[in-house]
């Protein structure tokens, strides 16, 4: 089910037991602000979530909330993870869903990052 975006952060969401180590993932990549790993239910070839490790419930949250070094942190990991998965040529994709129509399920922030195949037009209506 979707979530609201504007709800004050659960810290029993999925993500927030990922990164404490509660329940496993399979890590791509880890930094002060960020951590990296497969999804569990791949849309591609290449279906990476990137999460700050911050408690922020969403886009909105994070960028609303978050200090610069935070923001610069996380940007950065993004941007790392693909390039060190060798991404950038021929490319990948991004999203970050939002809120009930954005379909956001789990309420803290992460980017997807797809790849390995060519993704087609950026949303089928
Ligand atoms: P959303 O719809 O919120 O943008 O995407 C949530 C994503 O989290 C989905 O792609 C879903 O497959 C993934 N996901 C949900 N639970 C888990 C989990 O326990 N582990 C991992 N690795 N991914 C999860």
């Keep these: 089910m979707a979530v609201d975006a504007t709800k004050a952060y659960d810290d029993q969401n999925i993500f927030a037991k990922i990164l404490r180590g509660e329940i496993p993932n399979r ?5 002060d602000f960020a ?3 497969h999804d569990i239910n791949p849309q591609a070839p290449t279906h990476v979530l ?8 969403c886009w909105d949250d994070f960028s609303a909330k978050a200090d610069a ?10 941007g790392k993870v693909a390039r060190d ?5 021929p490319g990948y994709r991004l ?6 129509n954005g379909h956001q ?6 980017v997807h ?6 993704l087609g037009p950026m949303l089928v209506r």
């Design 27 to 31: 890590t791509v990549y880890e930094d």
């Design 35 to 37: 951590l990296a790993f």
């Design 50 to 57: 990137v999460i700050p490790k911050g408690p922020y419930v």
């Design 69 to 78: 070094a935070e923001i610069a942190g996380f940007v950065r990991a993004v």
């Design 85 to 89: 998965l060798g991404l950038v040529v």
């Design 95 to 100: 999203l970050a869903n939002t809120g009930i």
């Design 105 to 110: 399920e789990v309420p803290h922030l992460h």
């Design 113 to 118: 990052l797809f790849a390995g195949q060519p």
